[in-house]
């Protein structure tokens, strides 16, 4: 249906996170009305994106700067006794923001909702495992995956690797969010929110 | 539109709960097809209601039993130091069915979203300052009213007219429930839950 | 957990159309709160439902009048050779509220999923079958059942058993509703739009 | 918050449609994880596009061939008496995937809210009129745009221009879509289904 310079490029979009063939057509579609130069503006600043940016040998986190660390790994105010373990970068993020967060962080890079040995291969748990190894001024371990079932599945994991190697491990308190109601709460979160009230 | 006898079930369903006049008429068309005996059943146990059902005037919990007080008011074994105020009946429930708790209630009869002397005077405030200064037992008093706009605030009038009162006033703990996902978090969910994590 | 007569009349709501447990129990909830008056008026209106209203002996519609037929059958300015088919009570009043059409109305009582007897057999086939027979003045019968797929297979029910006795059967329109998009429309439905057009 | 080089990529997806920031950050992520040949190969396909694709004179539709005209408009077995006027391109997709439809097209490139000088300017009508004029096989144009309110007043600004122009103007019949229900189903829609029945 598609001519095939279309189609290449709606298969190519259609493996973007988020993205099904249909919103591909439109990013074609778009694409096509944008001028000469904005498409080189596009495909400079993706071409220059590998080049520009290091990914931060302690936690993944992708950084653009001289140093060999990222900006919260070779920040000496960050606290390095607290290490917290997420599933993306974008986790990282969000955590920041909360602005209740002063340690470390490790991206993982997924979570499993099998503990198939392929599908664990795929995370970063041997390198996770180095690190922790090599930190030993580490204290305490923040599992900070979603509380969803392959959150679930995938801290249990964390936890029987690491509890050899941490000495605190812990999870994200539990509760209910801002703006939800108790009628329509699941059992374990209304639970955890009654014994975590303060 | 509809026959005047519809027309008037429709008005007195409306008035339901949850229930708009679509939903109302298909009540109507639902009690048209039922036998006699079925509506008589219905109205039967309608009527019997107020009369077999009494509020406890400790909680105001509605109760079928010989004594004065609800079950969970007469239960000797419940723990006479804590007490949950809730929103309304139905609260109470989910917190029971959380196995959690195994103190006393106090179903506040709303939530208000101004703080005018109208709205309030709705809510059983007056009966719950009665209740807490008839009660020096109580140790601890959870206001457990829904993380919204409306239940902030009226947790917020609650813990200044029992702060006088009580000894230790609480709050539902807040955190990421069951399923949810950092990535969608605000940042106040997000924050507690890291200083909840356990 | 709940009172003998609570949970008597949650079970009595629960079999209301779209009501489920816990809607049920706000039923409850609010009727607890409601005068005596009140309630006996809930309860009269309920009541007197049954003896005050007919059903139509020709299009099985619910009316309260002198007559033998409900007002539609009994208007003389209706048009008596047209005859639409249509599966609730509700769906006569969205008919109506159109003001496109001005035959007369046959409720079937249902759809059924599958063309089993035991289905068809709840269904007013017999009835429609035999009004039909007895009234040879209609020119046209338009099954009005929803285009779903168990209004689809209804559809195909009665044009194979009204076939014999009707001069023309039609069925509604397909097409793209008010605020439909093209983009999101099924192949069947954007085609007939196609045809449709005008 | 971010390195300038992913600010920049997420700065330049979010202006693609239906993108946010989030997900323009979750794409930069994802490119981060992408080989340097992979990053090659989209990039290659971003800038050969402009330079495969030529934009039909005719009726604007995107096509990748020796001739001057796109694969519809070059086809002579297409029926050159029939112009349908649509949004976008990708509702001339969905158009043919109906297989209903043997005519021309005209991609508009958007519809308007207000019928304000500026907004009519953006769409294609200048280009249309032409077209129209230098047509006179054209016995039909059916403006199948979308039955939303920016649909409509677009529609409407249509026909006025159209008029002294085209012999016959169409719109696409609106109806019930498949698996829709009368219930609730605007009045509009359930009247021209009942006037469009067959």
Known sequence: MFPPSIKKLIDLFSKFPTVGPRTAARFVFYLL???????????????????????????????????????????????????????????????????????????????????KKADIEKLRTKELEEMVKNHPEI??????????????????????????????????GRGLPVGGELEYADEETLGSALEGRK
């Open 139 to 172: 204290k305490e371990i923040i599992i900070a995956v979603n509380p969803t079932t392959e959150g679930e599945s995938t801290a249990l994991y964390l936890e029987r690797l690491l509890k050899p190697l941490a000495k605190k491990i812990t999870r994200l």
């Open 33 to 115: 009305k944008l001028s000469k130069e904005e498409i080189e503006n596009l495909t400079g600043a993706i071409s220059d994106l590998k080049s520009a940016i290091k990914i931060c040998p302690l936690c993944f986190n992708p950084f653009q700067s001289e140093g060999e660390l990222c900006q919260i790994c070779a920040n000496p105010s960050r606290d390095k006794s607290l290490l917290c373990i997420i599933e993306k970068e974008t986790d990282l993020l969000v955590i920041e923001k909360t602005k209740k967060y002063n340690g470390l962080y490790f991206i993982l890079g997924g979570t499993v909702s099998r503990l």
